[in-house]
């Protein structure tokens, strides 16, 4: 009668380059033991390796003289790559000093091939198999004792899981703050001081443990200590088995860990949030985000919105007050703030002076809104900070929980972009994203990457408005006029493209090529059309290329190169560059007036300097703002205006152009005010280079009427 338990069959891998030798050995384990025994036979070394990726063996029978590898270095090499594995070598030579070597380096046994029968070779691998498995068996016996021993100095425990008592050593209990008489025998002793959020865990991976799941016990728990308070603990463990393979005696060590797991929790505590305002970080905030999108995902039910605050005039305040004022600052609107917030909600700081918050349950958009007033309400009043009265207000962007939402880069970036709409609404305001402000950021977007690219392909042209004498009613000079010939959109004027253009810092490139463009054509004029006084040419300039230290060393190298009279080159600045920043401008302009560069204030009467303060700065011409001529017969006085700034600036020794002249009468007013320039389209409007050289061809004069 067959036994019920099927026979193990056990699985060789052959290593041998005589296909003859290994067909022998086929034979003679198929003799012995027709079913007991599957051999996968190769003939190299390296095939070896390749098949050990891919598949288990119980054994391997070992030639030592291969192709690819010979010797006893063969035996090291595979024992390198498995030590696990048992090993028998076969040899052709019967050498007693290589065999003994060869058992010194790992080999369970050492066959001659000329003397290999079906009865030797199958009792040799039995042999080697179960003296591997002996070995293991001790391994692991020497491995529990170590950990005991090492455990000394930690509590120990043992559990007799027969009785279902547990001895615990006299250090166990002093780590609870207890004497050893003191606690008793049962499980409940450990179990019953365990931190509720913890005591499942433990039960579970002593259970998987006991049933085979896991090699050993080990897992990190909190436990009460005498005085109430938890400790962190890291207990260790490891069963004996009787014949039936029951676990009935289970021991093990318990170390204190509560210093390790309190820098761990301060090390994740400090990664996650900001160090100034204690507030979780960005990488906090996103995690929650995600968590809080993926929800959203499964059920969109659990709606959210992401609310993103950026200071309005924060760096003026550490420009003027210092940094640490600043931070003081931040700090205290951080409190603010987080007292808005709804208890299941989050704020974070993102860095400098922005923050976000994430709402949760969000139903509609007015719980979100609220949440924004109560956050703008919250900056009204003043901060007292080391005795300064500070006054700050924020801008705030909206984005809500949406079904075209996948990322959270997507909803920070549309809350993101809802708050540059706030701040351009004015300070203190918010926003709620919607599609079409997105789309007109990706607008904005590509504006900027065909601007970049503008710059690199020289698209960038040229135009030229005639200013003309009101007392001769000749050609006097031209202004210069940037015109961006785009490739898709056509001519661009300045109002499309400037003000990003100072934005991305791209303006300074501009400003500077458009200074020596324009000196080249204009010595080209000057030579070809010469007249007295000659021809001058006007360029505006920027605040931010204003700001530039080199700006007086790049115009005179441009003089220099171009051999134009510096003071046929006029300078156009507005009085609002001036006034950013008065005492480094001024710097400049003097600089600049050194070089005989004559300087202009364009737009006149639309900024803030008054006519008094015209004496202040090294100018040469005023230019008045066209407004003002286009209504010079109207009810409100700008007649007079004219007349008073006309006047004034002779009185400082400065010429005067009027901007916007359109009708004759104007002209004739202008001429009976004694103005020295007028400029519009009376005269012309702004013309490329080739219809600017005809005009001159022309010599035309114009006559007021």
């Given at each position: 009668?067959?036994?019920s338990t099927?026979k193990?069959?056990?699985?060789?891998?052959?290593?041998?380059?005589?296909?003859?030798?290994?067909v022998?050995?086929?034979?003679l384990?198929?003799?012995?033991?027709?079913?007991?025994f599957?051999?996968?036979?190769?003939?190299?070394?390296?095939?070896?390796?390749?098949?050990?990726?891919?598949?288990n063996f119980?054994?391997?029978?070992?030639?030592?003289?291969?192709?690819?590898?010979?010797?006893?270095e063969?035996?090291?090499?595979?024992?390198?790559?498995?030590?696990?594995?048992?090993?028998?070598?076969?040899?052709?030579?019967?050498?007693?000093?290589?065999?003994?070597?060869?058992?010194?380096?790992?080999?369970?046994?050492?066959?001659?091939?000329?003397?290999?029968?079906?009865?030797?070779?199958?009792?040799?691998?039995?042999?080697?198999?179960?003296?591997?498995?002996?070995?293991?068996?001790?391994r692991?016996?020497?491995?529990?004792?170590?950990?005991?021993?090492?455990?000394?100095?930690?509590?120990?425990?043992?559990?007799?899981?027969?009785l279902?008592?547990?001895?615990?050593?006299?250090?166990?209990?002093?780590?609870?703050?207890?004497n050893?008489?003191?606690?008793?025998n049962?499980?409940?002793?450990?179990?019953?001081?365990?931190?509720?959020?913890?005591?499942?865990?433990?039960?579970?991976?002593?259970?998987?443990?006991?049933?085979?799941?896991?090699?050993?016990?080990?897992?990190?728990y909190r436990?009460?200590?005498?005085?109430?308070?938890?400790?962190?603990?890291?207990?260790?463990?490891?069963?004996?088995?009787?014949?039936?393979?029951?676990?009935?005696?289970?021991?093990?060590s318990?170390s204190?860990?509560?210093v390790?797991?309190?820098?761990?929790?301060?090390?994740?505590?400090?990664?996650?949030?900001?160090?100034?305002?204690?507030?979780?970080?960005?990488?906090?905030?996103?995690?929650?985000?995600?968590?809080?999108?993926?929800?959203?995902?499964?059920?969109?039910?659990?709606?959210?919105a992401?609310?993103?605050?950026?200071?309005?005039?924060?760096?003026?305040?550490?420009?003027?007050?210092?940094?640490?004022?600043?931070?003081?600052?931040?700090?205290?609107?951080?409190?603010?703030?987080?007292?808005?917030?709804?208890?299941?909600?989050?704020?974070?700081?993102?860095g400098?002076?922005?923050?976000?918050?994430?709402?949760?349950?969000?139903?509609?958009?007015?719980?979100?809104?609220?949440?924004?007033?109560?956050m703008?309400?919250?900056?009204?009043?003043?901060?007292?900070i080391?005795?300064?009265?500070?006054?700050?207000?924020?801008?705030?962007?909206?984005?809500?929980?949406?079904?075209?939402?996948?990322?959270?880069?997507?909803?920070?970036?549309?809350?993101?972009?809802?708050?540059?709409?706030?701040?351009?609404?004015?300070?203190?305001k918010?926003?709620?994203?919607?599609?079409?402000?997105?789309?007109?950021?990706?607008?904005?977007?590509?504006?900027?990457?065909?601007?970049?690219?503008?710059v690199?392909?020289?698209?960038?042209?040229?135009?030229?408005?005639?200013?003309?004498?009101?007392?001769s009613?000749?050609?006097?000079?031209?202004?210069?006029?940037?015109?961006?010939?785009?490739?898709?959109?056509?001519?661009?004027?300045?109002?499309?493209?400037?003000?990003?253009?100072?934005?991305?810092g791209?303006?300074?490139?501009?400003?500077?090529?458009?200074?020596?463009r324009?000196?080249?054509?204009?010595?080209?004029?000057?030579d070809?059309?010469?007249?007295?006084?000659?021809?001058?040419?006007?360029?505006?300039?920027?605040?931010?290329?204003?700001?530039?230290?080199?700006?007086?060393?790049?115009?005179?190298?441009?003089?220099?190169?171009?051999?134009?009279?510096?003071?046929?080159?006029?300078?156009?600045?507005?009085?609002?560059?001036?006034?950013?920043?008065?005492?480094?401008?001024?710097h400049t302009?003097?600089?600049?007036?050194?070089?005989?560069?004559?300087?202009?204030?364009?737009?006149?009467?639309?900024?803030?300097?008054?006519?008094?303060?015209?004496?202040?700065?090294?100018i040469?011409?005023?230019?008045?703002?066209?407004?003002?001529?286009?209504?010079?017969?109207?009810?409100?006085?700008?007649m007079?205006?004219?007349?008073?700034?006309?006047?004034?600036?002779h009185?400082?020794?400065?010429?005067?152009i009027?901007?916007?002249?359109?009708t004759p009468h104007?002209?004739?007013?202008?001429?009976?005010?004694?103005?020295?320039?007028?400029?519009?389209?009376?005269?012309?409007?702004?013309?490329?280079?080739?219809?600017?050289?005809?005009?001159?061809?022309?010599?035309?004069?114009?006559?007021?009427?």
């Amino acid at each position: 009668m067959e036994s019920s338990t099927a026979k193990q069959v056990l699985h060789l891998l052959l290593i041998e380059d005589n296909s003859a030798d290994a067909v022998l050995l086929r034979e003679l384990f198929r003799e012995v033991d027709p079913t007991g025994f599957q051999i996968v036979h190769v003939s190299r070394f390296i095939e070896a390796l390749d098949l050990f990726e891919q598949k288990n063996f119980d054994l391997v029978l070992l030639d030592l003289s291969l192709p690819d590898s010979q010797g006893l270095e063969t035996l090291v090499r595979f024992r390198h790559f498995n030590p696990e594995i048992p090993i028998v070598v076969l040899t052709g030579h019967d050498d007693q000093e290589t065999a003994v070597e060869a058992l010194r380096k790992g080999a369970q046994d050492y066959l001659v091939k000329g003397r290999i029968d079906g009865e030797l070779i199958t009792r040799s691998v039995r042999y080697a198999l179960e003296r591997q498995r002996a070995l293991g068996a001790l391994r692991e016996s020497e491995e529990r004792y170590a950990l005991a021993a090492r455990a000394a100095n930690d509590g120990l425990w043992d559990w007799n899981l027969t009785l279902n008592e547990i001895y615990y050593s006299p250090r166990w209990c002093l780590m609870l703050g207890f004497n050893e008489e003191e606690i008793g025998n049962s499980p409940s002793e450990w179990f019953h001081r365990l931190h509720p959020d913890d005591l499942e865990a433990t039960r579970n991976a002593i259970d998987l443990y006991l049933q085979g799941k896991t090699s050993h016990f080990e897992q990190e728990y909190r436990i009460r200590h005498r005085s109430g308070s938890y400790r962190w603990m890291l207990s260790r463990g490891m069963a004996l088995y009787n014949e039936h393979g029951q676990p009935y005696r289970m021991a093990g060590s318990q170390s204190d860990i509560t210093v390790r797991k309190h820098t761990e929790e301060r090390l994740i505590y400090d990664a996650l949030h900001d160090p100034l305002t204690h507030l979780p970080n960005r990488l906090y905030f996103q995690e929650q985000l995600e968590s809080a999108l993926r929800n959203f995902e499964a059920d969109r039910s659990e709606q959210f919105a992401v609310l993103f605050l950026d200071l309005d005039r924060f760096k003026t305040i550490n420009d003027s007050l210092g940094h640490l004022i600043g931070d003081r600052l931040l700090s205290a609107i951080a409190g603010r703030l987080e007292r808005c917030i709804p208890p299941e909600g989050l704020i974070a700081r993102f860095g400098g002076d922005e923050f976000a918050v994430l709402l949760h349950n969000v139903t509609a958009v007015n719980d979100a809104a609220r949440v924004a007033k109560s956050m703008l309400l919250a900056m009204d009043e003043p901060f007292l900070i080391h005795g300064h009265e500070v006054f700050t207000s924020g801008s705030i962007g909206i984005a809500l929980s949406a079904d075209a939402y996948t990322r959270t880069e997507e909803i920070l970036r549309d809350a993101d972009t809802a708050m540059y709409r706030a701040k351009a609404a004015g300070m203190g305001k918010y926003r709620l994203f919607d599609t079409t402000m997105h789309v007109r950021a990706m607008a904005l977007w590509q504006l900027e990457t065909d601007l970049r690219r503008a710059v690199e392909r020289n698209e960038f042209a040229i135009y030229y408005q005639p200013i003309v004498s009101l007392k001769s009613g000749q050609l006097a000079g031209f202004e210069a006029l940037v015109r961006w010939n785009h490739p898709e959109r056509g001519l661009l004027y300045p109002a499309d493209f400037i003000a990003l253009a100072e934005e991305t810092g791209l303006l300074n490139i501009i400003d500077r090529w458009t200074i020596r463009r324009g000196a080249e054509q204009l010595k080209s004029w000057q030579d070809e059309h010469p007249q007295e006084p000659a021809l001058f040419l006007n360029v505006n300039l920027s605040g931010s290329l204003l700001n530039q230290s080199d700006l007086a060393g790049y115009v005179e190298s441009v003089l220099q190169e171009t051999k134009i009279s510096p003071n046929t080159l006029k300078l156009e600045i507005t009085e609002g560059a001036v006034l950013s920043d008065i005492v480094g401008i001024m710097h400049t302009l003097t600089a600049l007036q050194k070089l005989n560069v004559h300087l202009c204030i364009d737009d006149f009467g639309t900024g803030y300097s008054s006519l008094s303060s015209l004496h202040y700065y090294p100018i040469n011409t005023l230019k008045i703002d066209g407004s003002f001529i286009m209504s010079m017969n109207g009810e409100s006085g700008n007649m007079d205006i004219v007349r008073t700034i006309i006047t004034l600036a002779h009185d400082l020794d400065l010429e005067v152009i009027a901007e916007g002249v359109e009708t004759p009468h104007q002209f004739y007013q202008l001429q009976a005010l004694n103005c020295e320039f007028g400029q519009g389209s009376l005269f012309s409007k702004a013309i490329d280079s080739r219809s600017s050289r005809v005009l001159l061809t022309q010599k035309p004069r114009w006559i007021a009427s």
